[in-house]
């Protein structure tokens, strides 16, 4: 197995994908289980590892279509659904309306993450980096996500109801016409 074959599906930049996914889904069975800090750690190691696989993919020519969407299933499962999870989770909601309206803001999240990233995948073209993004890219808002994390975590933002408002505004973000610096 070669993994500096664009065609190897598990080819370095790809196996580093991989590796991102792992990380989401470990991510989100601690999440489930309320053990916040290694979902947090696993979830900032799959955001070095989502730099990581894009610097190795432009270096060594492994940018492919496969390698593009792959990707993007990665950010969807560990910058968008994860993320989420644990801002949801840690508001330790009671069963009942409110959680009911939390959660469809949360959902509405998901489905503006899932968005933004076909969005994305259907302008960009493999090994192809632009200027700028247009609306926030979802490791941003996973970031953004976290800090609102912290903010309840450490009683700064109590309400849940503010929590789901501010929520509410980074999904709308994600499909704006905001312009972001391409790193």
Request: charged share 10%.
């Given at each position: 197995m070669?993994?500096m074959?664009?065609?190897?599906r598990f080819?370095?930049a790809n196996?580093v994908?991989f590796a991102n996914?792992?990380c989401?889904?470990?991510?989100?069975?601690?999440?489930?289980?309320h053990m916040?800090l290694?979902a947090i750690?696993?979830?900032?190691?799959?955001g070095?590892?989502?730099?990581?696989?894009?610097k190795?993919a432009?270096?060594?020519?492994?940018?492919?279509e496969?390698?593009v969407?792959?990707?993007s299933?990665?950010?969807f499962?560990?910058?968008v659904?994860?993320?989420a999870f644990?801002l949801f989770?840690?508001?330790?909601?009671t069963?009942?309306f409110?959680?009911f309206?939390i959660?469809?803001v949360?959902?509405?999240?998901?489905?503006?993450g899932?968005r933004r990233?076909?969005?994305?995948?259907?302008?960009?073209?493999?090994?192809?980096?632009?200027?700028h993004?247009?609306g926030?890219?979802?490791?941003?808002?996973?970031?953004l996500?976290?800090v609102l994390?912290?903010?309840?975590s450490f009683?700064?933002?109590?309400?849940?109801?503010i929590i789901?408002i501010l929520t509410?505004?980074?999904?709308w973000?994600?499909n704006s016409?905001?312009k972001?610096?391409?790193?």
């Amino acid at each position: 197995m070669n993994l500096m074959d664009p065609n190897n599906r598990f080819n370095l930049a790809n196996s580093v994908t991989f590796a991102n996914v792992a990380c989401g889904v470990m991510a989100m069975y601690f999440v489930t289980q309320h053990m916040f800090l290694p979902a947090i750690i696993l979830a900032w190691i799959a955001g070095g590892l989502d730099i990581l696989d894009g610097k190795i993919a432009r270096k060594h020519n492994l940018s492919t279509e496969f390698g593009v969407q792959l990707d993007s299933f990665a950010d969807f499962l560990s910058f968008v659904i994860m993320p989420a999870f644990l801002l949801f989770y840690s508001l330790n909601l009671t069963s009942g309306f409110a959680t009911f309206l939390i959660g469809l803001v949360f959902i509405y999240y998901i489905i503006s993450g899932l968005r933004r990233l076909v969005e994305f995948n259907l302008y960009t073209d493999a090994g192809t980096v632009s200027k700028h993004f247009i609306g926030v890219p979802t490791p941003l808002g996973a970031i953004l996500l976290w800090v609102l994390y912290l903010l309840h975590s450490f009683g700064i933002i109590s309400s849940p109801w503010i929590i789901a408002i501010l929520t509410g505004v980074i999904a709308w973000s994600l499909n704006s016409k905001i312009k972001i610096p391409h790193p």
